[in-house]
């Protein structure tokens, strides 16, 4: 019974989840080669992104002497390019899971439909809604930041990396950015859920209990900000223009992956691509509960983690009201 699935759910994973072996005692080498494989290869979501990344530099992406200068065409470039990848990411995701419906319900964790109606919905339907930040507000500020990054890159305000002087930091920095991603994310999350910026800022991406691929950008543009500023580290970390492209496109297209509502893309009756994180779709329906991800074991060591187990769901209640009684 302690191990038992959490009830209320269409489809959950093995269970309970488990963070990191990095974070584990006794080390155990080959789980920790393991869970590197699982998250890079062979078809994974980053290794899709670091392809997307490189396709951008070179084809798609001015090049450093234009941008030194602030100039409408180039910032445009850019900010279409941007449009066009989130709205291929998600809309090619909603379309695949939801308008079409192709894989059914396999795979599913909520067997709710997405919501098309709501007063709290901005434009009056969750959907609607979502597209309206992701794409007004989320692609804007986004684009803004690689605005200013290749800016700043180009003048010698941040520090370029190239692949000529350090090849073997070049390539690490790739497997190093989600880790950064990961310690990052929980301590912004958890500062949203302070009750005064949840209220006014985090509440909007909130909206969502049920979530699908257009959820995950879907914020106040106050968290976007705040959220795709994970790319500062940079004036301090020297990147080259591909990492700054893969750390961005990284953030933003992921978060409508991770947000699907599926566990993946089936194919040939196999989960062939990892796309939605449980873990992530049990703190929008509990709230109070999985901050971060199991990259870093944050919420392991401050009691929100939950692994989704009917025991853990039990010490997720009671800790939700020990906080409203606090």
């Known amino acids: 019974m302690t191990n038992a699935p959490l009830k209320g759910w269409h489809h959950t994973p093995d269970v309970p989840l488990k963070v990191s072996p990095f974070f584990t005692w006794p080390l155990r080498p080959f789980d920790m080669l393991a869970w590197v494989w699982n998250s890079w290869f062979l078809i994974t979501e980053r290794l899709i992104i670091v392809g997307i990344a490189l396709v951008s530099f070179y084809w798609f992406q001015p090049p450093l002497d234009e941008t030194k200068t602030l100039a409408f065409g180039w910032i445009a470039e850019m900010f279409i390019r941007n449009l066009v990848l989130m709205s291929a990411v998600a809309g090619g995701l909603h379309l695949y899971f939801y308008t079409f419906t192709k894989q059914g319900q396999r795979l599913k964790y909520d067997p709710r439909p997405l919501m098309k109606n709501g007063k709290q919905f901005t434009l009056g339907g969750q959907i609607r809604d979502n597209m309206f930040w992701t794409l007004a507000s989320g692609v804007t500020i986004w684009t803004a930041y690689e605005v200013l990054m290749f800016?700043?890159?180009?003048?010698?305000?941040?520090?370029?990396?190239?692949?000529?002087?350090?090849?073997?930091?070049?390539?690490?920095?790739?497997?190093?950015?989600?880790?950064?991603?990961?310690?990052?994310?929980?301590?912004?999350?958890?500062?949203?859920?302070?009750?005064?910026?949840?209220?006014?800022?985090?509440?909007?991406h909130h909206r969502n209990i049920n979530v699908g691929p257009w959820s995950g950008l879907s914020m106040h543009p106050v968290e976007h900000v705040i959220f795709l500023g994970s790319v500062m580290v940079h004036w301090v970390v020297a990147a080259h223009p591909v990492h700054i492209l893969y750390h961005l496109q990284y953030y933003a297209l992921t978060a409508a992956t991770t947000h699907t509502g599926f566990e993946g893309l089936i194919f040939?009756?196999?989960?062939?691509?990892?796309?939605?994180?449980?873990?992530?779709?049990?703190?929008?329906?509990?709230?109070?509960?999985?901050?971060?991800?199991?990259?870093?074991?944050?919420?392991?060591?401050?009691?929100?983690?939950?692994?989704?187990?009917?025991?853990?769901?039990?010490?997720?209640k009671a800790r939700r009201a020990r906080m409203s009684q606090s």
């Open 151 to 204: 800016w700043a890159m180009a003048n010698g305000y941040a520090p370029m990396l190239t692949w000529a002087a350090h090849p073997v930091w070049f390539v690490a920095l790739f497997f190093v950015i989600p880790v950064w991603e990961s310690f990052y994310f929980y301590w912004i999350h958890r500062f949203l859920h302070i009750p005064f910026f949840y209220k006014h800022v985090h509440a909007l």
């Open 268 to 316: 040939k009756d196999e989960n062939r691509l990892k796309l939605g994180t449980f873990h992530h779709q049990m703190h929008h329906r509990y709230f109070e509960c999985n901050y971060g991800s199991l990259e870093l074991p944050w919420d392991k060591l401050f009691g929100s983690f939950h692994d989704g187990t009917q025991a853990a769901g039990e010490r997720i």
